[in-house]
Nanobody, 125 residues
Framework: QVQVVESGGGLVQGGGSLRLSCAASGRTFSVRVMGWFRQAPGKEREFVAAVSWSGTTTYYGESVKGRFTISRDNAKNMVYLQMTSLKPGDSAVYYC??????????????????WGQGTQVTVSS
């Protein structure tokens, strides 16, 4: 089994930065892609970013492109989401997820098999 745990959420002013971390453990050799999603109250879970397990390929949602950066630390089995130029619209619970198989798409929640508990990010105006 694979487990993922997020950390690093909090309250930040608009225009500020925040870094989220995701620790993966267990049978990590089975992970193909690690992703970040977010969900605001009353909205669907939205794709934010993803990175291949090797760390060589990254993917971004349109709303965060140019502001967020996803990265991997292979030695530590960590995934990071560096968020800059934050806006109130970025406020949401952010989830880390692991894609183990090849079903579905990495751009949507059904394509992921393991989820963390989420971490709250609140951006004040």
């Amino acid at each position: 089994q694979v487990q993922v745990v997020e950390s690093g959420g909090g309250l930040v002013q608009g225009g500020g930065s925040l870094r989220l971390s995701c620790a993966a453990s267990g049978r990590t050799f089975s992970v193909r892609v690690m992703g970040w999603f977010r969900q605001a109250p009353g909205k669907e879970r939205e794709f934010v970013a993803a990175v291949s397990w090797s760390g060589t390929t990254t993917y971004y949602g349109e709303s965060v492109k140019g502001r967020f950066t996803i990265s991997r630390d292979n030695a530590k089995n960590m995934v990071y989401l560096q968020m800059t130029s934050l806006k109130p619209g970025d406020s949401a619970v952010y989830y880390c997820a692991a894609r183990l198989g090849a079903t579905g798409t990495l751009w949507a929640p059904p394509g992921y098999d393991v989820w963390g508990q989420g971490t709250q990010v609140t951006v004040s105006s």
